[in-house]
């Protein structure tokens, strides 16, 4: 029997976050992005070695630190260049739950010319995330129109 190179239940793309506190992480994307929980491996020392959270129709993997073998967090090499980005129902909602909960605040909420109401917050692990809500459909025309207008403004 055949099998399939990508497994059922998988999208192509799937971010591996490396967390300093992979349980407290769980816990974070669990509470403030509604993610469920799929899965998870224990590690030697109360370490997470791999665990998978579904977002939607996404998968998120992550799990502790492992310098041994390079497996670094954000804040352990100093930052990163990488963002996520998560539609939600309530943007609001989830920002300010974010924030709560020991997130900093990159880019504060506000409605954007392409149609998205977003913002972007830094978790306590490090990790990026621009959270947006659509709220209005654009057209080509006016998208072009509206990019052309922000960047004069900028």
């Known amino acids: 029997?055949?099998?399939?190179?990508?497994?059922?239940?998988?999208?192509?793309?799937t971010p591996y976050l490396c967390?300093?506190?992979a349980a407290a992480a769980?816990?974070?994307?669990?509470?403030?992005?509604?993610?469920?929980?799929r899965m998870r491996m224990p590690a030697p020392g109360g370490r997470i070695g791999h665990a998978e959270l579904q977002l939607g129709?996404?998968?998120?993997?992550l799990a502790d630190e492992y310098p041994d073998i390079d497996f670094r967090s954000p804040k352990a090499i100093g930052g990163t260049p990488v963002t996520l980005h998560v539609y939600v129902?309530?943007?609001?909602?989830?920002?300010a739950k974010a924030l709560s909960l020991g997130a900093t605040?990159?880019?504060?909420?506000k409605n954007e010319f392409y149609g998205d109401r977003t913002g972007q917050f830094e978790d306590p692990f490090g990790?990026?995330?621009?959270?947006?809500?659509?709220?209005?459909?654009?057209?080509?025309?006016e998208m072009e129109r509206r990019s052309k207008e922000a960047m004069r403004s900028e």
Do not use: C, K
């Open 1 to 13: 029997m055949a099998v399939n190179p990508i497994p059922e239940g998988y999208p192509r793309v």
């Open 19 to 21: 967390a300093d506190g």
């Open 26 to 37: 769980i816990d974070f994307y669990v509470s403030v992005l509604g993610a469920t929980e």
């Open 57 to 61: 129709n996404s998968v998120i993997m």
């Open 89 to 95: 129902d309530d943007v609001d909602a989830v920002f």
């Open 105 to 109: 605040e990159r880019s504060p909420v």
């Open 127 to 141: 990790h990026r995330w621009n959270v947006s809500t659509h709220v209005e459909d654009v057209s080509p025309e």
